[in-house]
T-cell receptor, first 111, second 112 residues
Framework: DQQVKQNSPSLSVQEGRISILNCDYT??????FLWYKKYPAEGPTFLIS?????DKNEDGRFTVFLNKSAKHLSLHIVPSQPGDSAVYFC??????????FGKGTRLHILP | DTGVSQDPRHKITKRGQNVTFRCDPI?????LYWYRQTLGQGPEFLTY????????KSRLLSDRFSAERPKGSFSTLEIQRTEQGDSAMYLC??????????FGPGTRLLVL
């Protein structure tokens, strides 16, 4: 039973354009959402988070949008850069409990 | 380096052997988590500690797995009688006061 779903295993985006990664969740008790980036053979690196009391959080080129009624969040990267090529994990937690991860989306930034 | 560290980074072992991994969290983080990641999956929760107390264990953590955090600082994860299905990346994370988990580089285990 996947509580956090990333339905796109991979995504290719032209350098300089916007990358949009999507995530859906099923547990309405989740109140904290995170995006992690992962390179091969490394641990996940925290990118950005959002609390359920907000609908948008921005940090530089990264913006996370949360739509609680649809149980959907998205990560926007603009402009996309070659170094953004990695696997992106959407994750959610209830309070400071364990994090539940999606299966990830592999982002390819094309030159 | 003030990040989460894990040792070893890689471990190859034969089926049936015991292995132990170590995690040193960011100092002053009183919560420490262990996750496992297999190919094509996101990290899956195994267990976590609040200081030295182990507060929750996933059903993924069979009797062959044991984790400790004796002094509330570093933690160890031991797998006894390893099986090929144990091959995975084992990740440790510690929790900041703002409730963001920061991960170590992981230990990649291969059981032959």
């Amino acid at each position: 039973d996947q509580q956090v779903k990333q339905n796109s295993p991979s995504l290719s985006v032209q350098e300089g354009r916007i990358s949009i990664l999507n995530c859906d969740y099923t547990n309405s008790m989740f109140d904290y959402f995170l995006w992690y980036k992962k390179y091969p053979a490394e641990g996940p690196t925290f990118l950005i988070s959002i609390s359920s009391i907000k609908d948008k959080n921005e940090d530089g080129r990264f913006t996370v949008f949360l739509n609680k009624s649809a149980k959907h969040l998205s990560l926007h990267i603009v402009p996309s850069q070659p170094g953004d090529s990695a696997v992106y994990f959407c994750a959610a937690s209830e309070g400071d409990d364990k994090i539940i991860f999606g299966k990830g989306t592999r982002l390819h930034i094309l030159p | 380096d003030t990040g989460v560290s894990q040792d070893p980074r890689h471990k190859i072992t034969k089926r049936g052997q015991n292995v132990t991994f170590r995690c040193d969290p960011i100092s002053e983080h009183n919560r420490l988590y262990w996750y496992r990641q297999t190919l094509g999956q996101g990290p899956e929760f195994l267990t976590y500690f609040q200081n030295e107390a182990q507060l929750e264990k996933s059903r993924l953590l069979s009797d062959r797995f044991s984790a400790e955090r004796p002094k509330g600082s570093f933690s160890t994860l031991e797998i006894q009688r390893t099986e090929q299905g144990d091959s995975a990346m084992y990740l440790c994370a510690s929790l900041t006061p703002k409730e963001t988990q920061y991960f170590g580089p992981g230990t990649r285990l291969l059981v032959l």
